[in-house]
């Protein structure tokens, strides 16, 4: 994977650098005094380092600064609040500024060698669709040789070794040393995923993308920062020359149009894309809804592309990302050939290959109304037999999208929607369930007092049965759609920080086998014409429907 070289700096360096006031007493207690490497975690500091105690929550990390200390750093940075925690006369010296987590990507880079100023780093955010087009953007550079890492929620790629991450962005100090290695193993470019948490805590400060992109706006991290208006704030930074040397939008939504017209007031080059023909944008999606061949038609002429994952989406996704790569300089037939083959993303329109006398079977992370909506629809225009689907919502996360997922499940066409469990942490699993029931059983009624078909409604107690109903209700010409966990592999259940393996694609397997050795075990015993008319029955029922009580 290679190693990379810290880049050594003296305490009174890193204070002018970052604006920070060396305490009086301090300021010969620096001198001579050099720092490795940075770090916010008491548990994860080395010999030489420099502890950051930030304010969090519930604790402020300057409470842990002695523990550090022991641990062997050799200087805190801190807030005045934190300062004042410390002891008048400490060990090691002490850098006050306001704001810590403004300027600790910055030191994190300049410890590092500034690595995003030697490789192309490209952005992405927005509420949905940032993991795939990362991915088609990646196996696109890939097959430019240009061998890029990548930093995503399901996956990080250094060098040529990919293994799972724990989050969309790490922190600060992670990233740049996630950056710095991929310049040591021979990584010509990088990808990342850039969540509004990050943006709002800082973890991407200190880095210079060569392009961001946005990809939309919708319901999503209410629980975090209240509303939208703050969510889109906590987007926007990205959208400045501070950051970034030009930046792809899609401007489909009010959102992108007004994000547009903030980071050109900014001073930021921007590139603007829409599959809507009313919408003016630099460039447009154009072709037949449900085909994944498309045409993105600009000022610079069309180009020919299609998408590597179905829905209209995803032709956004990756139209998206071949702007991206127009904007940093190749080729138009280049980049038209680096989006022609398959993209694999894990968790995303991810099929599970159970063979022909089993549905399709998808595994996808979708977890917001919109996401959910907008894959409904895709597979309900490519599915011959049922399409079955999962509702769920997560726990001690935003409540108010729960009944607006159920809602978007029938609304966008289901034939059978299954209401079940995804990671309810310490919340009551039930309760969970009922809110997206709620809004399933809102959007049902509406369809029966309309004349539109009804769907069948089942709700099961557990993620498991749920998968087990879904294969059994599909039929082999079905497709199944099971939303939520996507590449995840774990499930989160009680205290924070509990968790229990869970892989959607495992039990996906599990379920088929055991229904395979169940249906072996009764075939001997059961009369054919009795079997027939059962089947015959089931089909009739599902197709009056049936709301879950």
Not at 4 to 11: A, D, Q
Not at 175 to 200: F, I, K, P, T
Not at 244 to 249: K, L
Not at 483 to 506: A, C, L, N, Q, S
């Amino acid at each position: 994977m290679g190693t990379c070289v810290p880049h050594e700096r003296s305490v009174e360096e890193l204070a002018e650098y970052a604006g920070a006031a060396l305490r009086g007493r301090d300021r010969g207690v620096a001198r001579g005094i050099t720092v490795r490497r940075v770090t916010e975690f008491h548990r994860d500091v080395r010999p030489g380092d420099l502890f950051v105690g930030l304010k969090g929550r519930r604790h402020h990390g300057a409470t842990r600064a002695r523990e550090a200390v022991a641990a062997g750093a050799v200087a805190v940075l801190t807030d005045p609040a934190g300062a004042a925690m410390l002891p008048d006369a400490p060990a090691v010296p002490v850098l006050v500024v306001d704001d810590p987590r403004a300027v600790l990507g910055p030191i994190a880079s300049l410890l590092n060698g500034h690595p995003s100023h030697h490789l192309p780093v490209y952005g992405v955010t927005g509420t949905n669709g940032k993991t795939t087009t990362a991915f088609i953007l990646e196996a696109a550079l890939r097959r430019l040789d240009l061998r890029p890492g990548l930093l995503s929620t399901p996956e990080t790629v250094i060098g040529t070794q990919r293994e799972p991450s724990g989050m969309t962005t790490p922190t600060a100090p992670h990233v740049q040393d996630v950056l710095a290695r991929m310049l040591a193993a021979g990584n010509a470019a990088a990808v990342m995923e850039v969540s509004s948490h990050a943006l709002d805590q800082g973890r991407v400060n200190g880095i210079r993308f060569d392009t961001v992109a946005f990809t939309n706006l919708t319901h999503e991290h209410l629980d975090y920062h209240g509303d939208m208006e703050s969510y889109f704030q906590a987007k926007a930074r990205l959208f400045t020359p501070r950051f970034a040397s030009r930046a792809v939008i899609v401007v489909d939504d009010a959102a992108g149009r007004r994000l547009d017209r903030l980071a050109r007031r900014r001073g930021l080059a921007t590139v603007t894309l829409s599959t809507r023909a009313d919408v003016a944008a630099t460039w447009h999606v154009h072709g037949a809804t449900g085909q994944d061949e498309f045409t993105l038609r600009g000022a610079r002429g069309d180009l020919a592309l299609r998408s590597p994952l179905p829905g209209e989406h995803n032709r956004v996704n990756t139209a998206l990302a071949a702007l991206m790569l127009l904007g940093s300089g190749h080729a138009a037939q280049d980049v038209v050939r680096a989006l022609a083959g398959p993209v694999g993303v894990p968790g995303r329109m991810d099929r599970v290959e159970l063979g022909p006398q089993w549905p399709t079977v998808l595994v996808d992370f979708a977890h917001t109304p919109d996401a959910t909506a907008k894959s409904v629809s895709a597979l309900q225009a490519r599915t011959r037999g049922r399409l079955v689907v999962t509702a769920s919502s997560g726990g001690d996360r935003d409540t108010s999208k729960r009944e607006l997922t159920g809602r978007a499940v029938v609304e966008a066409g289901a034939d059978v929607v299954v209401v079940t469990d995804d990671n309810p942490r310490s919340e009551d699993p039930a309760a969970i369930r009922a809110a997206v029931m709620r809004g399933v059983q809102a959007a049902v009624w509406a369809r029966r007092a309309a004349g539109l078909p009804e769907p069948r409604v089942v709700e099961t107690p557990t993620r498991r049965d749920a998968i087990r109903t879904a294969l059994q209700l599909a039929g082999p010409d079905g497709t199944v759609a099971l939303y939520g966990k996507g590449h995840e592999r774990w499930m989160e259940i009680g205290p924070p920080g509990t968790r229990v393996p869970f892989v959607d694609r495992d039990e996906v397997r599990a379920a088929a086998a055991r229904l395979e050795d169940a249906a072996a075990a009764s075939s001997s015993s059961e009369d054919p014409e009795h079997t027939d008319a059962a089947r015959r029955a089931e089909r009739a029922g599902w197709r009056r429907g049936r709301v879950a009580p």
